[in-house]
């Protein structure tokens, strides 16, 4: 089955300066790739997905980079602010019928010192 | 709009009680469901999933059972719970491909 990777496990910028956290993915026929954003005590929010016939995505602050060949995917946050801090959860899905499930990653504990 | 509710909210039970939490989805039809589980400071083990009414997957064998009774009602039940299943449960439902989750029951086993 899929395994994904997910590096560093904790990380810390200061405010303003940028924020990446990578994964990897082992099964190539992945094609659908979100990122979620967990805050201490609430349910993981999804804040960005992209799928494989992209290789990148934007959305203000954030964006996410695919590699096919090499089977990463990157989350960059710019500029970052405090309350971006919080646990990231990277996830990879075989999109279509027949496929149910997300492969989650560890997380990465994100903090952003003001 | 799609919203998908999880109670009880919080839930403090001694070992070797009965649980039964409940899960529902308002606003689409024949959703894949999931419960999840997160022991405290760790990442998202997935528990049961499910693609239709009485259809269950199980990822982890362990002294919880999933069932669900209904097209948009997922329930998660132990007949005698564990110290180790303290944690914060988590009920999800998949339109199309985005994954959205419940807001949890957190659980609390003394």
């Known amino acids: 089955g899929e395994n994904v990777e997910q590096h560093p496990s904790t990380l810390s910028v200061q405010e303003g300066d940028s924020a990446v956290i990578k994964c990897t993915y082992s099964?190539?026929?992945?094609?659908?790739f979100p990122w979620y954003k967990q805050e201490l005590g609430k349910r993981p929010q999804l804040i960005i997905d992209i799928r494989s016939n992209v290789g990148e995505k934007k959305d203000q602050r954030i964006a996410v980079t695919l590699n096919k060949t090499a089977k990463h995917f990157s989350l960059h946050i710019t500029e970052t602010q405090p309350e971006d801090s919080a646990v990231y959860f990277c996830?990879?899905?075989?999109?279509?019928?027949?496929?149910?499930?997300?492969?989650f990653g560890k997380g990465t504990k994100l903090s952003v010192i003001p | 709009s799609q919203t998908i509710h999880q109670w009880p909210a919080t839930l403090v039970q001694p070992v070797g009680s009965p649980l039964s939490l409940e899960c529902t989805v308002e606003?689409?039809?024949?959703?894949?469901l999931y419960w999840y589980r997160q022991a405290a400071g760790r990442g998202l083990q997935l528990l049961f999933y499910s693609v239709g009414i009485g259809q269950i997957s199980s990822e982890v064998p362990q002294n919880l059972s999933a069932s669900r009774p209904q097209d948009r009602q997922f329930i998660l039940s132990s007949k005698k719970l564990l110290l180790s299943d303290s944690g914060f449960y988590l009920c999800a439902w998949t339109g199309a491909d985005t994954q959205y989750f419940g807001p949890g029951t957190r659980l609390t086993v003394l």
């Open positions: 996830a990879a899905r075989i999109s279509g019928a027949g496929s149910y499930q997300l492969t």
């Open positions: 606003g689409t039809s024949n959703p894949n």
């Open positions: 099964d190539s026929a992945s094609n659908y």
